[in-house]
């Protein structure tokens, strides 16, 4: 049952670093989405992205934060140079394709990005 | 509208007992609706869906309703187990794909 895959489960970072958070989705999924979870909240949309392609980054700061879904291998969001305020919990969401937008989306386990 | 909220809404119920957690949502373009049971730690799982067309579904425990007219969403959970213990989450569906988060209600059962 390989459901979407997220690595690593946490993260330390020092401000000023790099942190590359990679997703794996559901086999034969094409789509995939970040959100960002703070302590007590729901999770708020950052990117949505198809294999090579930027769908909506709406969500996503312009800033220091980039996203890609290559052709073959894993999605990844990179934040660049981290700040304090970049600590939360970063899910990743497939869906194998939409239909009139009302394709679910299953999530993976989170990244939990600390920043010190 | 976006979740904004500190703290999360507690519901306290009994093991046995039925729960009804509700949500609003704000887009009445919206045409698709999730409910997702977080546990601590843990990523948020599908429980059950309800498209616009319909304003009844039901699951194995679990029943979710859609009132269109004042733009409200329920999640029943019949027979209430410890093991629903979680923070449950109600997303819409917008144009576009991404799903918008409501605030969450944490749900605590008692033997």
């Known amino acids: 049952n390989a459901g979407v895959m997220q690595n690593p489960r946490h993260l330390v970072r020092r401000r000023g670093q790099e942190a590359r958070l990679r997703c794996s989705p559901v086999?034969?999924?094409?789509?995939v989405y970040w959100y960002r979870q703070l302590p007590e909240e729901g999770l708020k949309f950052m990117v949505y992205?198809?294999?090579?392609?930027?769908?909506?980054e709406s969500g996503m700061p312009k800033e220091r934060f980039s996203a890609e879904f290559p052709k073959e291998g894993p999605s990844i969001l990179r934040i660049q140079q981290v700040v304090r305020g970049d600590s939360a919990a970063y899910f990743c969401a497939s869906s194998p394709m939409t239909s009139g937008g009302s394709d679910t989306q299953y999530f993976g386990p989170g990244t939990r990005l600390t920043v010190l | 509208g976006e979740s904004v909220g500190l703290h999360l809404p507690t519901l306290s119920v009994q093991e046995g007992d039925n729960s009804i957690i509700n949500c609003a949502y704000s887009?009445?373009?919206?045409?698709?609706f999730i409910w997702y049971k977080q546990e601590s730690g843990k990523g948020p799982q599908f429980i059950i869906d309800i498209r616009s067309n319909m304003d009844k579904r039901q699951g194995q425990r679990v029943t979710v309703l859609l009132n269109k007219t004042v733009k409200h969403l329920s999640l029943q959970i019949a027979a209430t187990q410890p093991g629903d213990s979680a923070v449950y989450f109600c997303?819409?569906?917008?144009?576009?794909?991404?799903?918008?988060f409501g605030t969450g209600t944490r749900l605590q059962v008692f033997p």
């Open positions: 992205l198809q294999k090579e392609n930027i769908i909506d």
């Open positions: 997303a819409e569906k917008r144009w576009g794909d991404k799903l918008i």
């Open positions: 086999k034969g999924h094409s789509h």
């Open positions: 887009n009445s373009a919206s045409d698709y």
